[in-house]
């Protein structure tokens, strides 16, 4: 059985499916690997790399090629490319890919999002969304470290006391868990807010003051925040006012799954905040968190400089690629028995993270955009 990992082609995306240290798994599984050349350019890994791991390297990786790896979604001319039973495995947000899903559909294609991977225990290994999280909370507290004109951490010198910053997160996920860790690493005072209460336990373990405000907490599903109604939205923006105002750097992380993120910050908010301040929208690219922020810019606004988050994983494309691509290959392990592909769609993990398969949409969130009963 062949596998493809593509060039990435979309602007500004660095990462790649697969690094030659994890070639060694698929070949031992009995699977044959082709690259295209280039593939690895930009985590600096050249061709040869994959050639001395076991991989072919050409051109020509989709003849014949039974399952292909990406990170971002192929498009449409390569999906026309692709033969009938053909496996993809890639990020894949279906709300904004519906034309490329109903490709997959019409050509018969499989179909698998790394968006889709249940959040389970034995999913663990499988979770991109995770992995990628991880890497942008890190980047949220060092970009915010380098753009904010004072220390993080307190200094007492001859010559007077220098106060550390205070850091606000808002969504203690896995991204805000590490904006947290790491913020605190560079020595600022942190405090967090989160509408789990579940999340209160995380923040405190990681040194950070967990903030309580007058609100139920709002669980959801899969270990995600469920989405609130605008009469509380408007009230949690009010009580979070002064710690808002309070911060040296906001960064936000929330994000509900499928959906827009929710608006957490406002322009009286940031209006609130000292000149010289620093606002890290995480989400800026799926809705934002933060009136005003723009995806892949920075804004001043009174003195208030919004950093816009875009792609940010892809911006750490050395660490993204690597955990990525254990991922992935963890889930496409799930999928081969004896070097052939084996799809159970009663396994729960590849029943959860296909969007389509032998000319159906099965993923339910979709079949409702489509308007197909499954």
Sequence with gaps: MRIAV????????????LLPEQLPRLLQAGLDVSVEPEAGAEVGVPDEAYRAAGA????????????????????????????????????????????????????R????SMDLVPRTSRAQTMDALSSMAMISGYRAAIVAAERLPRFFPLFMTAAGTVRPATVLVLGAGVAGLQAIATARRLGAVVEAYDVRKSSAEEVASLGAKFVEIDLPPLEGEGGYAREMTEERSVRQRELLMPYVANADVLITTA???GRPAPLLVTPEMI?????GSVVVDLVADVGGNVAGSV???????????????????SQMPVPASQLYGQNVANLLLLMVR???????????????CCVTHAGDVKHRLTQDLLGEVG
């Design 6 to 17: 593509l060039r990435e082609r979309r602007p500004g995306e660095r990462r790649v499916a």
């Design 56 to 107: 072919y390297v050409g051109d020509d990786v989709l003849e014949g090629a039974d399952i292909v790896l990406s990170v971002q979604p192929i498009n449409l001319a390569t999906a026309r490319a692709l033969g009938e039973d053909t496996v993809t495995i890639s990020f894949l947000p279906t709300v904004q890919e519906m034309p490329l899903v109903r490709r997959f559909r019409d050509r």
């Design 109 to 112: 294609i499989t179909a698998f």
């Design 255 to 257: 994000a509900v799954p």
């Design 271 to 275: 209006g609130r905040m000292r000149p």
């Design 295 to 313: 995806p892949g810019q920075e804004l001043s606004v009174n003195g208030v400089l919004i950093w816009g988050g875009l792609n940010v994983p």
């Design 338 to 352: 004896n070097g052939q592909l084996h799809l159970d769609f009663d396994d729960e993990v590849l029943a959860g």
